[in-house]
């Protein structure tokens, strides 16, 4: 069954359709499940279920704001053991923020200018219209319209796990020219041991330290990419120093964590 679904979004992708089966799928998240109330309980806006789906793949309001907040408190944590709270920020980027899940949440934990940006025009522009920040879309690879060494800290949660390696040297390279000196990258990754690794890639992975899985539509969520630990820390090294990497076990975040700080200018 599996491989009959791939097939399938393989075909559409081909066909150029592909955005059909987004559609079909998000609609049948959001079917039959309970709607959300226009706010949550600080009176910040939550968006639609089928906006849910697209971003987290699934469509319960209750758990799309009671993980958003534990995340938000994770990345915080990481942060501070790096030295750099986000309550010690001037400005913070949520690079992939999709219905804004996580920068909802930040208003209440720091007093830092708040930025967004994402792929999907669709979810930016739900976060404009609807919560407290500046939002701009980015393309699939850089350069971002922002200025260099603006941002103390930026998060990029499942970004880089549907991206191939060229695309996400480029962005680290983008990410490094918008922070300051000093300042953080949090960057989710899927490693080896992420549930939905394929048994039978352990080989390539071993030998070349990556994986794609269904390489198509990058940036989607019809790709995803395996990476170790050892080949992350490779692929920054030229901009920034590893704070830590993150477990998924240890992250809160769903994912590997690197938290990577930018080396001196």
Known sequence: MANVK??????????????????AVEW?????????????????????LNLMALTVAYADWKAFLKTGEATAKALDGHASAA?????????????GCGAGR???HLPRMTQA????????????????????GDY???????PLDLPDAHFDI???????THLREATQRDWLREYARILRPGGLALVSFHEETQPGFPETARAVINETGFYVLNDMAEGSNLISTFQTRAHLEALAAEHFEIARM???AESGVGQSLAVLRRKPA
């Open 102 to 104: 996580v920068i909802r």
């Open 28 to 48: 049948r998240l959001a079917r039959g499940q309970e709607a959300p109330p226009a706010a949550d309980a600080h009176g910040v806006p939550i968006p639609p």
């Open 154 to 160: 930026l998060y990029a949660l499942s970004v880089f």
């Open 246 to 248: 993150v477990p998924r």
């Open 136 to 142: 701009a879309r980015n393309r699939l690879a850089p």
């Open 83 to 95: 030295g750099l709270p986000f309550a010690s920020a001037a400005r913070i980027l949520d690079f």
């Open 113 to 132: 200018a708040l930025f967004g940006a994402d792929y999907n025009e669709t979810l930016l522009s739900w976060c404009a219209a609807n919560l407290p």
């Open 6 to 23: 791939s097939a399938l979004r393989g075909a559409l992708y081909r066909a150029g359709l592909i955005q059909l089966y987004f559609r």
